[in-house]
């Protein structure tokens, strides 16, 4: 690929990956009541304390990445987070068929996304982030 395009591609790649999660995240904070019953009908404790751990994750996790700040960690963090939360609440083989197809995609695509998320916290954020102006990246990609 031509190099003038890396920079600008992982730009956008970071950016879409964290919009999902600032999006969520922000839903998640905004409907505690909501999110903490969600969380309670996979069967995890304390649900009302996991909705705003989670809703802090994801909003400051997705932030964190759109701009390149600590990307690896937060990157490495909510990778194994969407794959916990793929396990625990997409459960395609335990579902009635008519509901197996869709809680299949959005397993996949959760893994899809974690895979994105640890390219980011392996490869880190880029030349065009905060991490890059702190010297925490290399200044080439």
Known sequence: MIDSF?????????????LMFIYAGFGKLTNLEGTAGYIASGGLPMASVLAVVVGLLELLGGLAIAVGLQARWAALALGLFTLAASVLFHKFWAVPADQAFVQQLMFMKNLSVAGGLFIVAALGAGPVSVDARRGLVPATA
């Open 6 to 18: 890396k920079t600008p591609l992982v730009i956008v790649g970071r950016v879409l990956l964290a």
